[in-house]
């Protein structure tokens, strides 16, 4: 273990980005989403509000625009939207991380004797491969020195191939930690306890995958809300379910788990990985990677920006509820409200099928739009908000009321992508909705019904694609207030 190797790996790291970042094609750059300065970008890691500043950081690889061996790239805010870049904190130096398919794997962040401790996955590559969990510390916040006694724990005495993701937190006295294991087609959530976080004793498999959920559970995330325990993961090979949830109680005595619901954080095509945090106000905040990893052959290879030299984006940060129901919801953090400009609102109209809605939304490409709508069920079969429309493109955002469903289309959205995926409104019978939608240069987020129905797609429609309307198939939809917003940039 070399300390001054690992910092000459981070300054070359550091100085890698600098560069690139010269180069980057600002075309297709978002907004206002969290992106590395230039080069690769997967999951959230250690995210966590220490000495009063929002802290994230991300699986990244300085060097190129795709996958590669992972460091920990990171940034600091003081309002979750307006985010200061600092340099890498983790860069692969030890052998437990070596390999041209390892590095330093997602983990979590806690704060423990006034020092911000990073624990995360040791990925080693190749014939020796094996995946332990390691910490990292620093004073400052800044710079990281990996902990001598690296990895801290094991799977077993021989170790283990897939054994990663380590979510921390503390509960009473003791830190508790899930990571996930995956062997023979399942997938198991081990939940561990410790007294000062370098001692770890396995407390019980809480959840598992049981052969028929998945075979890996990536990413597993932990906290509780409203009296409830709640588990996050993002399965593998688990059909229709890329960031799911699990309700229920944990019994910290024996490491059980009484489950209660399943569902689904964010039903579209791009939200993976999701990572949790409370902030100081007692928020329950969600940050996700917004790509999936079966996107690549959904979009030929890495996509319309690899040759741009960057790739990959956060999620809006969401803050999550317990609903009435039991299941979750998820709303856009009150601070994107400062990005807000031209505000332009609207009561009481009535859209049929022969007079669509054309709406001026922003500079029809970064804007935010919020909707109140109500319906009488035997008049209407479907409404439709048309995002990033010219003639050649546009994304389709359909509802249908009768159904309880609502789907996303990509199919025309692009020359890149394609797809239609749908989910519950759960309206319980209600007839009304409300329609959140967030749109930035390559990427819509949708929070229907208050945050019971979110979706979150990345697309990459040409420039003058920028119009969008409403339009109603089959009688008339009553639209309570409509309002827009143009957003301005927030990153640099
Ligand atoms: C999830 C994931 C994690 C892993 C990381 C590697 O997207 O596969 O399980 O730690 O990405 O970058």
Partial sequence: MSEKLHQEKIMAASESVRLAQKQVNPEFRQ??????????????????????QYHLFYQHNPYAAKWGPMHWGHAVSSDLVHWKHLPVALAPSECYEEGSRGGCFSGSAVEKDGKL???YTGARSGERAEQAQCLAF???????????????????SCGARDFRDPKVWKHGEHWYLAAVLSADGNAEILLYESTDLIHWRLKGIPVQSGLRMGDVW????????????????????????????????????????????????????????????????????????????????????????????????????????????????????DELKELRQNGKSAENLCVSRDSPLSIGAGDGIHYELLAELDW???????????LRCSEREETKLEFYPGRDEMMFDRSRADQFGAGKKKCSLRLHGRKSLDVHIFSDTCSIEVFANGGKAVFTSCQYPLPESRKTFLTVSGGAIHVRSLRTWRLKPAVS
């Fill in 117 to 119: 401790i990073l624990i």
């Fill in 31 to 52: 907004w206002y989403h969290f992106m590395a300065p230039a080069g690769w970008l997967n999951d959230p890691n250690g995210l966590i509000q220490f000495r009063g």
């Fill in 376 to 386: 009488d069920c035997s008049d209407c079969l479907s409404f439709c908000f048309l």
């Fill in 138 to 156: 620093s004073e400052d916040g800044i710079h990281f020195r990996k902990y001598a006694g690296n990895p801290i724990l094991r799977f077993g």
């Fill in 218 to 333: 990536e990413c597993p995330d932990y906290f509780e809300l409203g009296g409830k325990g709640i588990f996050l993961f993002s399965p593998v090979r688990f059909p229709g379910h890329k960031s799911s949830y699990l309700t229920g109680i944990l019994n910290d005595r024996d490491g059980t788990f009484q489950p209660d619901q399943l569902g689904e954080i964010d039903w579209g095509f791009d939200f993976y990985a999701a990572q949790s945090f409370q902030d100081e106000k007692g928020r329950r905040i969600i940050i996700g990677w917004a790509n999936s990893w079966d996107w690549m052959p959904w979009w030929r290879g890495y996509g319309p920006v690899q040759k741009d030299l960057w790739c990959g984006f956060l999620s809006l940060p969401r803050e999550a509820f317990l609903c009435k129901d039991g299941m979750l919801s998820f709303q856009p953090v």
